[in-house]
């Protein structure tokens, strides 16, 4: 199996996919919400939440899970911060695992 690739993760994506269509629900949740699978692009999700939010100074992140995934929140506060637009992102975290 190619590094990289969750056959399990990919099999709920498919069958979550499916229930979603069918019934307008999620198998997991059993909400109309659609579930997303996977880690989202949190440059871009910041970058939104700035552009919505421009009248604030600073916004607080917190994020707790083990260290790639704080790196990675970190990472974009970081590169959205290096745009010296407001708001500010501060990241808190904490690590575990």
Sequence with gaps: MARGININ?????????HFQRLSKTSMF???????HFGRPDM???L????KKHSYVSKIGVFSCG???LT???????DEV???RKLPYFIHHFENFG
């Excluded at 949740?29 to 579930?35: E, F, I, Q, S, Y």
């Excluded at 970058?47 to 700035?50: A, R, S």
């Excluded at 790196?71 to 506060?77: G, L, P, Q, R």
């Design 9 to 17: 993760f990919f099999f709920q994506y498919i069958c979550e996919n």
């Design 29 to 35: 949740t059993g909400l109309k919400a659609v579930n």
């Design 47 to 50: 970058k939104f939440v700035q």
């Design 43 to 45: 440059s871009s999700f």
């Design 81 to 83: 911060n290096k745009g």
């Design 71 to 77: 790196k990675s929140v970190m990472s974009a506060c």
């Design 66 to 68: 083990p260290r790639p």
